[in-house]
């Protein structure tokens, strides 16, 4: 399902935090992880004997949480700009998930500032787990173990669109794996809304949407299925849902036509992205997916294989 990730760490004490609860995917088949640090630095060669003396014990040592999870981890310096590194390294390493902590903000602050994980979620077609980063807290953790599993509680939010079948084809997988409970979610629009059916038609044709994905989830294996219809604002609705469902994970799929606009709009899955409890799934529209043919060999940076 997961035979290989890519984690990109920033080598603090709350990637530990997130390297400990990725280690849960070796449930999901994780065999292998390529963990990778970005320096964005310019003149690099100049300065390797300096640097990478001083990165390489901490980067080693979070390889060993991995590898002490059973899952084997090779480990990558990369001297350029993180988006475009991670983006080739997972291209060229044949990754099949994105890894990657992000910290809460505001939309101006993702737009003054950037946000690395906004980037990745922009060009990738790859799924991209996303977990918090408590600042207050560098030591939280999701899980209370190196490779305990987090994916027992799955919330699913969806809208019923082509990129949030791509989610529920995880979300499946997950149940397979042993999920134990799924809820399913979709948020209504207000009735008062232009373009909306009457609310009892709207119901009704919800209704038998989510009453379709929970049969197959229970052909997957799952033991506890529930499907919730709700009216509001989609992302407050979700985080709600995650809180009071006690959710260990949510999987849901990305929406927008690239990320500037993404993030103008302020869409629902950049919403939750910057204020999710608990580890995020994101599944970008396969569209999204930048080759790495695509990017302009002349610019490569050098990289370093240990």
Known sequence: MLDKILIASDLSAASDSLIRCVAGLRRLGAREALLVHALCMRHYRDMRGVVEPMIEPRLRAQAEMLERAGIAAATEVLPGQA???????AADSGAQAIVMATRSGSLAHDLLVGNTVLRVLGRTGKPVLV????????HWSCCRETGAWFGDNVLHPTDFSDTAELAFDFVRRLSSAGASRVTLLH???????????????????DAARLSRLAEELRRCGCAQVEALLREGDPGEEILRAAGGLGATMIVMGTQGHGLMHEVFLGSVSHHVLRHAPVPLLLLPAAHHETAA??????????????
């Open 293 to 306: 043919g695509e990017m302009e060999s002349a610019s490569a940076p050098e990289r370093r294989n240990s």
């Open 131 to 138: 977990m918090q980063a408590r600042e207050h807290d560098p």
């Open 187 to 205: 948020v209504q629009r207000p009735a008062h809304k232009p373009g909306t059916l009457p609310r009892e038609e709207q119901n009704r044709i």
């Open 83 to 89: 988006c475009e590194e991670i983006l080739r390294a």
